[in-house]
């Protein structure tokens, strides 16, 4: 995988998702480091641990973490062959601890989870290096009870300390010095006992300054009669400092003959969080484990997409049995960029061994390589345009794909002239065919929708709208093409209904009127003789059988060059060869002379619409050009 489809299809997002559920920063390592697998063995392997993770948390079970903390900072001080302080020693014997808790919690699990179970027989207990560093280590420092001598060393030191102060205290009592005394109090500085003394008098008193404040009124004086104690002091300092060093190395080397066994069990630590923070994350999401394969097939029943919660409408997809190319169309804002992205990163996911929100009838394709076209990829640094970029991402693209390849494309071939960019877009699709790849792309473009609907093996679809609102419903349809929002616009802003119909003949016939006109106006007769036999001449309003059906519609536009009409029936126009329909009542007989037909057409709210505009409304040009602009979204 590049990282272009990481970024694109948010892969780095969903890691920091998965990150949230660790419990330690040896889990978010993992996480981290956690790329898709193509082979099969790998990803039936991952999917069962957070399968079994699942399990557990189900159960409100909770991996027993506490007292494990990161000790990679301590190990790599050993390493280097650096001596352990107290607190890297506590941190040890914690973290042994907790792995003794989590091996014992694990095994009580076999029955749920025997995969991750089976992993806490390679973990190593170390009770005896725990007790040693109790024994010695205490409140993150060497504790008295360490050994005899530093018990008799720290003993000899109080009794020191206790004389200084006794012989201090006498100095301060003293009558002879009240007078000189700054402040009535021992202050200790860098291991000496000072007494503060004005600097005026700091001659007069026997003994050594220490230090002096910031203003130069006050020093501080070690009296000569505790220098004697002072240096007896200073040397049983110096043995206790010899005794913690001993015990403090007899640590280290204890722990160091078991660096390999630590290291083992700090991975398997990190797993356990890794695992259990894909089981949290499965559960957020109801997820499920899909089934797998290696062969191109990819189902998605009911899936949503892992980053947008509960605003992700399901998707349902399939592709890669019945044909391996899907053209997705239909006018923006309906979700097809959505959809794309979907069937990435639950790719993306599953290679990953993580669940994903949707049935357990889902199933997908591991891929060697994923690779994307979306969003607008111009660079002002490489002189690159819209269309540039793209086609330098197909060309990078097509260099390296093969049948084990997922390409994901949206709006292939935009950006510059239609019919070129079509072309191009159906050259480029039928090469990765032949080279056997996974491609879903969409498109505004007719001429591509149309390749698919020939292709045997490319299938057509299109995101729902709503038939009264056009409002999209962010459904995938497969087996249907969408249609483009120009019409509907067009119609918003009243272009006559003639245009428009004659606009959506072109789409799907291309053949063109080329007829001159006569500067006089000729009415058509209501009958005219063609071929040999009388065809009426529907006219608009009048109501008809539908001889298939036996149902009643109305003429909504009057026979073409090809002898067929267009037909208003269940609020769709639907059109048919004259010599499917029977009139039933014209329309002269159904309405007055001065009737708008084109009401029977309309709704109530296009008429009200039409009518507030015909009047200059305010707000109804206002509602008109909002809609405009959501339909360009």
Not at 90 to 109: H, N, P, S, V, Y
């Amino acid at each position: 995988m590049n990282e272009m489809t990481y970024e694109k299809l948010q892969w780095n997002e969903l890691k920091e998702k998965l990150k949230g559920c660790c419990s330690s920063e040896l889990g978010q390592q993992l996480v981290e480091q956690l790329q898709p697998s193509s082979q099969l063995k790998v990803v039936e392997e991952r999917l069962r641990e957070t399968s079994e993770a699942r399990t557990l948390v189900d159960m409100d079970t909770h991996l027993p973490m506490a007292g494990v903390a990161a000790v990679h900072r301590t190990l790599s001080k050993l390493e280097k062959g650096m001596m352990l302080e107290p607190a890297d020693l506590t941190g040890i014997a914690d973290f042994l601890r907790g792995c003794r808790k989590i091996k014992q919690f694990m095994q009580e699990k076999s029955f749920y989870a025997p995969t991750l179970s089976s992993y806490s027989q390679s973990m190593t207990e170390l009770p005896q290096v725990e007790k040693e560093i109790a024994t010695i280590i205490a409140n993150n420092q060497v504790a008295s009870t360490a050994s005899r001598q530093l018990g008799r060393i720290r003993k000899a030191m109080e009794t020191t300390k206790g004389k200084i102060q006794e012989r201090l205290q006498k100095f301060l009592r003293n009558p002879a010095y009240k007078e000189m005394i700054q402040e009535f109090f021992i202050s200790q500085k860098d291991d000496h006992y000072t007494i503060p003394i004005k600097a005026t008098y700091k001659h007069q008193i026997e003994g050594v300054i220490i230090e002096q404040s910031s203003k130069g009124s006050t020093v501080f004086i070690e009296p000569a009669v505790v220098a004697k104690l002072t240096n007896e002091l200073s040397i049983q300092r110096a043995e206790e400092a010899v005794e913690e060093y001993q015990l403090l190395a007899t640590l280290t080397g204890l722990v160091a003959e078991h660096l390999q066994a630590i290291k083992v069990n700090i991975e398997l630590i990190g797993q356990y969080d890794f695992a259990f923070a894909k089981g949290k994350l499965s559960k957020q999401m109801e997820g499920n484990a899909p089934r797998v394969n290696e062969h191109g097939y990819c189902k998605l029943v009911d899936c949503k997409h892992p980053l947008l919660g509960s605003q992700a409408v399901p998707l349902n997809f399939e592709i890669g049995d019945s044909y391996r190319g899907l053209i997705i169309t239909g006018p923006n804002a309906g979700g097809k960029t959505v959809v794309l992205k979907t069937i990435g990163l639950l790719t993306l996911a599953t290679m990953a061994g993580l669940h994903i929100s949707g049935t357990t009838e889902t199933e997908i394709s591991l891929f060697h390589q994923i690779f994307v076209d979306i969003g607008d990829n111009q660079s002002m640094e490489n002189a690159l345009s819209t269309f540039s970029s793209h086609m330098k991402n197909i060309s990078d693209i097509m260099r390296v794909a093969d049948h084990r390849t997922l390409l994901l494309f949206d709006e292939i071939g935009s950006g510059t002239e239609p019919n070129e960019g079509a072309a191009l877009a159906i050259a480029s699709l039928e090469e990765f065919y032949q080279m056997g790849c996974i491609v879903v792309a969409t498109t505004h473009y007719g001429e591509i929708k149309r390749f698919s609907e020939q292709h045997d093996d490319f299938m057509n679809a299109a995101m729902q709208f709503k038939n009264e609102t056009l409002e999209p419903t962010y459904q995938l349809l497969i087996g249907m093409s969408g249609e483009s929002n120009a019409l509907w616009i067009a119609r918003k802003m009243e272009l006559q209904d003639r245009v428009i119909a004659k606009a959506k003949r072109y789409m799907d016939e291309k053949e063109y009127d080329f007829a001159k006109v006569r500067s006089e106006k000729i009415r058509k007769p209501r009958f005219v003789k063609q071929e040999s036999e009388s065809v009426y001449e529907y006219a608009i309003g009048d109501k008809v059988k539908l001889l298939e059906s036996g149902e009643s519609g109305i003429i909504y536009q009057e026979r073409n060059q090809f002898n067929n009409v267009v037909v208003f029936y269940e609020e769709e126009f639907i059109e048919l060869n004259v010599k499917r329909i029977a009139l039933e009542i014209p329309a002269t007989e159904l309405y007055p002379p001065s009737y708008d037909l084109q009401t029977l057409f309309t709704s109530y709210e296009e008429r009200k619409m039409e009518h507030d505009l015909a009047r200059g409304s305010k707000k109804a040009l206002k509602k008109l050009q909002k809609e405009s602009r959501d339909r360009k979204l």
